[in-house]
Structure formats: C-alpha cells, structure tokens
C-alpha cells in the first residue's frame, strides 16, 4: 500500500495525463469505466502502468479479505 501511495504521489507530480483516452466521455458508463482503467497499463508513461497495475492489484486483495472474512466469521 505504501508503494502504491508512492507511485501516486509521482504519477500526481510528474506524468501528464492525456485528456483523450479510451474510455473518456463514453455514451455507456461501465464500458468507459472499463476502458479507461485498462487502457494506461499498456501504453503511456511506465509511472501510470505501474500505478494503475498496483491499484487494480489492491482492490483484488481487498475483495478476497472481504470474501475471506465473511467466510470465517459466519458467512
């Protein structure tokens, strides 16, 4: 968590995002949603693929604790 706070606070200061991006002002709200998560994995400045990898990674281990805990606690 503590390398992911790092990477934003660089990605904040250092990387211009561009304005138009896959996924930027869709006409269906998931599917834009969806592009512009995955679309700065692959190309663009390696601070944003990195951010973006390591915030998709933190909420995948926060909704298998979330399952993990409903399991051992009487789910």
């Keep these: 968590m503590i390398l992911q706070v790092a990477v934003g606070m660089v990605?904040?200061?250092?990387?211009?995002?561009?304005?138009?991006?896959p996924g930027a002002e869709p006409s269906d709200y998931l599917s834009g949603y969806l592009r512009s998560v995955g679309s700065p994995?692959?190309?663009g400045p390696s601070a944003l693929a990195v951010h973006a990898a390591l915030g998709l990674a933190v909420v995948a281990m926060a909704l298998v604790?979330?399952?993990?805990?409903?399991?051992?606690?009487?789910?």
Excluded: K, Q, S
């Design 11 to 21: 990605v904040h200061l250092c990387v211009r995002v561009p304005g138009h991006h």
């Design 41 to 43: 994995i692959g190309p």
């Design 65 to 75: 604790l979330a399952v993990r805990a409903d399991t051992n606690f009487g789910g």
